[in-house]
Nanobody
């Protein structure tokens, strides 16, 4: 059973930076995809970024391209967020599944394993 645990959320002013971490355990295969999603109150959960651990390919939502960076170091995944905006405020979740990320990585329904989430608030 894959287990995911997020950390690093908090409050930051617009234009600031914040890093989120997702620590994973329980993988039984080397090739898997890990992604970050976010959900703001009253809105649907949306894909933010993903990385295929087997090959290193990364994927980003248009809204965060150039501002967010996803990376992996052993069992720890990091989402580095810069130039944060008020609209980035949300609960952030990491998710994982075996196999490549694929073109529909941003769809929440396809993901099997989820963390509990960590809150990010961008406000002045």
């Amino acid at each position: 059973q894959v287990q995911l645990a997020e950390s690093g959320g908090g409050s930051v002013q617009p234009g600031g930076s914040l890093g989120l971490s997702c620590t994973a355990s329980g993988y039984t295969e080397r090739d898997y995809c890990l992604a970050w999603f976010r959900q703001a109150p009253g809105k649907e959960r949306e894909g933010v970024a993903a990385i295929f651990i087997g090959g290193g390919s990364t994927y980003y939502a248009d809204s965060v391209t150039g501002r967010f960076t996803i990376s992996q170091d052993n069992a720890k995944n990091t989402l580095q967020m810069t130039s944060l905006k008020a609209e980035d405020t949300a609960m952030y979740y990491c998710a994982a599944e075996y196999g490549p990320c694929g073109g529909f990585w941003y769809l929440p329904a396809r993901w099997v394993y989820w963390g509990q989430g960590t809150q990010v608030t961008v406000s002045s």
